[in-house]
């Protein structure tokens, strides 16, 4: 599951944070340091960066920015009414919240999961329940459940208990009605997050092979050419909603 990496000032705010994170937004990593940030986001898949001004820096920031430009920040802390110009800072460096401690500290966590990354993927793939045809009620929770998981391949056995049936009926239930296999599906979500990931120059497809738990970087090129069409190099410029594209455009069907 995704992480929220955090580099705050106090120790309310950070029990604040992880308190009103609702679960399926993952766990929230302590960051001592901007190096410790850095390995957070070396060796986790982070959602969401939350920062305070202490720690903030405008270098700081625009580091992040130059190099994973598409996961979000967010600013907390106890702002106060003449910190105008650090909130002007905040804007120009495209902050995507700022969130008051000591007023906003029972809803931080849920503000956090708007802003973050499996939730721009959901609105990047929304459309995909109507373009691959997945009506039923069954189709729809589990298509809900994988676009955010994400970080490991998910099984059809784990997903069935999730959903109180039996592997074979969610099998069978889930292509009815000419919706791709639930395989193809997942494969799908995971190749949908990997061109999220590959919008940031940060990241390279062997850091999405990593972060996402393929089995290797020749795992990641298959699964890319079975799903989009083409190399992990080009998945950033597809991005979640390409990726669906190409795969409503001809790749819905495995062989089996």
């Not at 955090?6 to 302590?30: E, F, H, K, Q, Y």
């Not at 410790?36 to 982070?46: I, P, S, W």
């Not at 990593?210 to 020749?218: G, I, N, Q, Y």
Request: aromatic share 4%; hydrophobic share 45%; charged share 20%.
């Amino acid at each position: 599951m995704p992480a929220v990496a955090a580099l705050l000032d106090s120790r309310p705010a950070m029990t604040a944070l992880r308190r009103s994170l609702p679960r399926t937004a993952g766990r929230v990593i302590a960051c001592r340091s901007p190096a410790a940030l850095d390995r957070a986001l070396a060796d986790r898949l982070v959602d969401a960066i939350v920062l305070a001004p202490a720690t903030a820096v405008p270098l700081a920031i625009a580091g992040l920015r130059a190099r994973v430009p598409g996961i979000p920040i967010v600013a907390y802390a106890p702002f106060r009414p003449d910190d105008g110009e650090l909130l002007s800072g905040y804007r120009r460096q495209q902050v995507a919240a700022v969130v008051v401690e000591g007023v906003d500290d029972a809803v931080v966590g849920e503000l956090v999961a708007r802003c973050s990354l499996t939730s721009a993927r959901r609105r990047a793939m929304a459309d995909g329940p109507r373009a691959l045809r997945l009506t039923e009620p069954l189709q729809r929770l589990a298509w809900d459940f994988l676009v955010g998981a994400v970080e490991r391949p998910v099984r059809t056995a784990d997903l069935a208990r999730r959903l109180s049936v039996s592997r074979e009926y969610l099998s069978r239930q889930f292509g009815a009605g000419g919706a791709p296999n639930l395989k193809r599906v997942i494969d799908l979500t995971r190749v949908a997050c990997a061109a999220q990931l590959l919008q940031n120059p940060g990241y390279t497809p062997a850091a999405a092979v990593r972060l996402l738990h393929f089995a290797s970087s020749s795992h990641l090129a298959t699964t890319s050419r079975r799903i989009a069409g083409i190399t992990p190099g080009e998945l950033g410029a597809l991005g979640p909603r390409g990726v669906l594209a190409a795969f409503v455009r001809g790749n819905t069907r495995s062989r089996r």
